[in-house]
């Protein structure tokens, strides 16, 4: 069974910074690309999730949504089975829940057939 667990988030003020990890388990993490997605305060849980990044398997194609670019870097180490989010000059609209998922590794959230429960990201002004 693969199983995802998310850890990392928490409460910064802005501009400040985070580091969330995905620890992956229950097949060959290196052969899926990953994702991070994350949903805002208000949106029905489950759904509207907004794409954030994602890394393919090897870890040399990375994606990027346009809000992101430049303050977020995605990486991995198939070693440890663990995909990373970095999260620099981070901003109040950076408020939401993140989830990783593995699966296509690109934004669109249907390539992904396992998600984690997700990691509170709060961004204080």
């Known amino acids: 069974q693969v199983q995802l667990v998310e850890s990392g988030g928490g409460l910064v003020q802005a501009g400040g910074s985070l580091r969330l990890s995905c620890a992956a388990s229950?097949?060959?993490?290196?052969?899926?690309?990953m994702g991070w997605f994350r949903q805002a305060p208000g949106k029905e849980p489950g759904k509207e999730r907004d794409?954030?990044?994602?890394?393919?398997?090897?870890?040399?194609?990375?994606e990027y949504a346009d809000s992101v670019k430049g303050r977020f870097v995605i990486s991995r180490d198939n070693a440890k089975n663990t995909v990373f989010l970095q999260m620099n000059s981070l901003k109040p609209e950076d408020t939401a829940v993140y989830y990783c998922?593995?699966?296509?590794?690109?934004?669109?959230?249907?390539?992904?057939?396992?998600w984690g429960q997700g990691t509170q990201v709060t961004v204080s002004s």
């Open positions: 998922a593995s699966g296509g590794g690109d934004s669109n959230s249907n390539g992904y057939d396992y």
């Open positions: 229950g097949r060959t993490f290196s052969s899926y690309g």
């Open positions: 794409f954030v990044a994602g890394i393919n398997g090897r870890g040399s194609i990375r």
